[in-house]
C-alpha cells in the first residue's frame, strides 16, 4: 500500500488547520484589544459619572420662569430684603400697593403660585418664605 497519498492529504489538513488557528488567533487579539478598549472606556465613564455626581450639589438651583406679572420680580425682591418669612399685607406694602383686600388676597394668590413652583414655601399658614 502506498501511503504518501495519506501522508499528503493528512499535511494538506494539518497546514489548513494551522491556518485557521492562526487566524483565530488574530481575531483573539482583535477582540482582546477591543475588550481592552471598551473596559477603558467604561473606566472613564465611571470616573466621569462620579466626578458630574460629586460636582452636582455645588451648582446653583435652576430657578423656575416667573409667570408672566410685573408684581413678580418685586415679591421675589422683598423676600431678598427681609430677614425673617412675610405675609401678604407685608408682599403689599413692599410693592407699594394698598392693603386693600383685594391687593391683600391677589398678593396672597401670587405667594401660593410662588409655592407651587417651588420658589417659596409656606412656613406657616399665611407665612412665607424664600425656599433655600
Known amino acids: 500500500m502506498n501511503i504518501h497519498p495519506l501522508l499528503d492529504a493528512l499535511d494538506l489538513q494539518a497546514d489548513a488547520a494551522r491556518a485557521l488557528a492562526e487566524d483565530l488567533r488574530a481575531q483573539i487579539d482583535d477582540l482582546q484589544a477591543r475588550l481592552r ?4 472606556h467604561l473606566e472613564h465613564l465611571a470616573i466621569t459619572r462620579k466626578t458630574v455626581t460629586g460636582l452636582a450639589d455645588r451648582l446653583p438651583a435652576v430657578v423656575p420662569d ?5 408684581d413678580y420680580p418685586g415679591i421675589l425682591a422683598a423676600f431678598n430684603h427681609a430677614t425673617g418669612p412675610l405675609r401678604a399685607e407685608d408682599v403689599c406694602e413692599a410693592l407699594g400697593h394698598e392693603l386693600q383686600p383685594k391687593n391683600v388676597e391677589g398678593a396672597r394668590a401670587k405667594l401660593k403660585r410662588l409655592v407651587k413652583l417651588g420658589i417659596v414655601t409656606e412656613a406657616d399658614t399665611g407665612s412665607f418664605a424664600r425656599k433655600q
Open 37 to 40: 478598549e471598551a473596559a477603558t
Open 66 to 70: 416667573l409667570p408672566e406679572h410685573p
